[in-house]
């Protein structure tokens, strides 16, 4: 674990130096690598080409989005068009498809429905825009905010090179499950009609679907691995807030230190200066929750009721350099949530023993602890950064997603909220004799639980405002 140095660098002795040093040492230049091997390789390797990709044109990474886009819908096209047809799909039958299905959008848009595709189309490049302006915290490496949002926009055009495999996958899992239609071969030379298609969809059952569904749930985690990882080490020049010299302020008013006594007060607020300069306050040791070892859970428990007591949690988090850190007590926040969620879920079913609703329950409330902590957490994570760059002047995103991984304690009281409210659902359902596995769910009780749930996140964001506060002019 690394943190900036506050040795003086220049001045008198005892006095404040004009400047600190970087927060990080001068990054690595940018390599060149082949087009063809990263758009072949990138999904598996986004951490050893992504870096060199982001620092390289726009056109490569545009190029390679629009190459998968066209290569992942000719694999799916030829998928779906051997299983309309018992027949060869040679390059005649390719046209024919092709040409019914010009023939159908054109009787399609004679519906009301032409506007569809084109603002389908049209919500593709907004779209991209917002995905990565949220995706740029996990893309700040010390450059400037524009630098990272080019990365970032360009690291998205590259994970969409998993469309590729994720065809291929497709493909083989769909020719391997879909059924042929009851019409699938006519005689050749019919004439095509329109609204009278010579190819029908194949036919899909359930288990089907859920086949293909599942065969592409790793590949989409690959693709959002490539997303949070892809950009995350800046190569290029040393310019931005992590290889800048820094200004020496008040840690709690930011009032420029410089030349005062390092033993002396801030003039404005009576701060200790030395507190501001070293870590005797922000001291790393206090949030390291340490290894999995025997006396990790008491660690941690003892970390998550001093950032659930203390408002001013973030008054002694070290936010310059400490980002591996603060990622590592989200991390083993997550494993003490996924504990709790699996010991109260231990405990509804002991208690809710004679009921037949118990395994709906814990089949809604899995996943919420499985999936959507970490998105919530995503969520503070990018509310934190837009935040503290918008309103607070933080250039740096990573000492918000410190901060927002700091805070992650305060999404406590979600899971024991969650559960309750599915239990009770569950029970009430069960009470007027709603068939098993089926909820019945109440528009007043989706109102309850979507406020509980909203004024929880709202004050999860009052924290994080107030600890990004506390930290906009750290030193340490």
Not at 156 to 173: D, E, G, K, N, R
Not at 199 to 207: G, V
Request: hydrophobic letters at 50%; a positive charge.
């Amino acid at each position: 674990m690394t943190h900036a140095p506050t040795i003086p660098c220049g001045g008198d002795v005892g006095h404040v130096p004009a400047r600190l040093p970087p927060v990080d040492p001068p990054p690595p230049a940018p390599r060149h690598v082949n087009f063809w091997a990263a758009l072949a390789l990138f999904w598996i390797l986004p951490r050893r080409y992504g870096p060199h990709l982001a620092a390289a044109p726009f056109g490569r990474a545009l190029a390679a989005h629009l190459l998968s886009l066209v290569a992942a819908a000719t694999v799916v096209g030829i998928a779906v068009m051997a299983r309309m047809t018992t027949d060869v799909p040679d390059l005649s039958r390719l046209r024919l498809f092709l040409a019914e299905g010009v023939l159908h959008l054109a009787a399609w848009s004679t519906v009301g429905a032409a506007w569809i595709p084109p603002a389908v189309l049209l919500a593709v490049v907004p779209g991209l825009l917002v995905l990565a302006i949220a995706a740029m915290p996990w893309a700040a490496g010390g450059d400037p905010l524009r630098s990272v949002f080019r990365r970032s926009i360009k690291n998205l055009y590259w994970s969409t090179t998993v469309l590729i495999p994720a065809a291929l996958v497709f493909a083989l899992v769909f020719l391997v499950v879909a059924d042929m239609p009851s019409n699938a071969r006519r005689p050749p030379g019919t004439i095509i009609v329109i609204g009278r298609p010579r190819f029908d969809w194949p036919q899909l059952e359930q288990t089907g679907v859920e086949t293909i569904v599942m065969s592409l749930v790793p590949l989409a985690l690959l693709a959002l691995r490539c997303v949070l990882v892809g950009a995350s080490c800046y190569v290029g020049p040393p310019v931005g807030p992590g290889f800048e010299p820094r200004e020496p302020r008040c840690d709690a008013c930011g009032y420029p230190l410089i030349g005062l006594l390092e033993s002396g007060r801030c003039p404005e607020c009576g701060e200790p200066i030395a507190a501001s300069l070293t870590n005797l306050r922000r001291d790393p040791a206090l949030w390291d929750p340490g290894r999995l070892d025997a006396g990790w859970l008491r660690r941690t428990v003892s970390l998550h009721d001093r950032v659930l007591r203390d408002p001013r949690f973030a008054r002694t988090l070290p936010v310059h350099g400490t980002l591996a850190l603060a990622r590592r007590v989200w991390h083993q926040t997550y494993i003490l949530f996924l504990l709790a969620g699996t010991i109260l879920t231990a405990i509804y079913v002991a208690l809710a023993s004679g009921s037949d609703r118990h395994p709906g329950v814990v089949f809604v409330f899995a996943p919420f602890v499985l999936a959507a902590l970490p998105a919530l957490q995503t969520a503070s994570v990018v509310f934190a950064s837009i935040w503290g760059a918008l309103r607070l002047g933080i250039r740096d995103l990573r000492i918000s997603m410190t901060v927002a991984y700091a805070a992650a304690p305060h999404l406590w009281p979600l899971i024991p909220l969650f559960l309750f409210t599915t239990a009770s659902i569950a029970h009430v359902s069960e009470w007027q004799r709603v068939p098993p596995n089926t909820f019945e769910v109440s528009a007043g009780t989706v109102i309850s639980l979507i406020g509980l749930s909203l004024g929880i996140l709202a004050l999860h964001c009052r924290h994080l405002v107030r600890a990004l506060r506390d930290v906009r002019f750290a030193n340490v």
